[in-house]
């Protein structure tokens, strides 16, 4: 089955900066999606990476301060533009190939100082 | 209101003992999903259902869409149980993306 690889795993960065996330998958996935997680919360759908085209952004999320790439079908970024500490929270990218099970990478836990 | 309704959100079982965690959906779903997520925050995939029951050592589920729920079931609880779970599902017209349950705190005492 597809795995799914996130860098980095962890990162620590300033207020106003920005941090990219990637997400690479070992083979070709349909769908990829992003997910955030804040503390003792649940996960929530950020935006659908769509191939070689502009993502999909659920409501509360923009290109602007979270945008996305996939430039193929193996590979996402997703970038946190003029990072908050109330960014602060896990990053999860996922994909699915077509009625399989959903695949998660093992997340990104961002804390903005 | 949310589609994913997921009960108890916290929970405390013995060791050896066994409950069992639901999720309701008020729209159709095509297929559920539970999660175990440790302490370190990685998501484990327990089940993925589009109907039916599946079984997994001394973990059960079942999802029934056409009576919009699914359960968890644990029997026999050890300590590395302990962690919170998720279940998560597909609409029917929702592309493989997932809406998440609130998830369950699950304490797994000696």
């Known amino acids: 089955s597809v795995l799914l690889y996130q860098k980095p795993n962890r990162d620590i960065c300033q207020s106003g900066t920005s941090l990219k996330i990637q997400c690479v998958a070992d083979?070709?996935?349909?769908?990829m999606f992003w997910y955030q997680q804040f503390q003792e919360q649940s996960l929530m759908l950020m935006a659908t990476?769509?191939?070689?085209?502009?993502?999909?952004?659920e409501s509360g999320f923009t290109k602007d301060k979270f945008p996305i790439s996939r430039p193929n079908l193996t590979f996402s970024t997703l970038t946190v533009n003029n990072a908050r500490p109330g960014d602060s929270s896990i990053y999860f990218c996922?994909?699915?190939?077509?009625?399989?099970?959903?695949?998660f990478g093992e997340g990104t836990r961002l804390s903005v100082l | 209101g949310d589609q994913v309704e997921q009960s108890p959100s916290a929970l405390s079982l013995h060791e050896g003992t066994g409950s069992a965690l639901r999720c309701n959906f008020t729209?159709?779903?095509?297929?559920v999903q539970w999660f175990q997520q440790n302490s370190r925050g990685s998501l484990i995939n327990l089940f993925y259902?589009?109907?039916g029951t599946k079984e997994n050592g001394r973990l059960k589920s079942t999802f029934n869409s056409k009576e919009s729920y699914s359960t968890l079931h644990i029997r026999d609880a050890q300590l590395e149980d302990s962690g919170t779970y998720f279940c998560?599902?597909?609409?029917?017209?929702?592309?493989?993306?997932?809406?998440f349950g609130k998830g369950t705190q699950l304490i797994i005492q000696p």
């Open positions: 996922s994909g699915t190939d077509n009625n399989q099970a959903p695949l």
């Open positions: 083979s070709q996935v349909v769908s």
């Open positions: 990476a769509n191939e070689g085209s502009e993502a999909t952004y």
């Open positions: 729209t159709t779903m095509r297929a």
């Open positions: 259902l589009a109907s």
């Open positions: 998560a599902a597909e609409a029917t017209e929702g592309a493989d993306r997932l809406t």
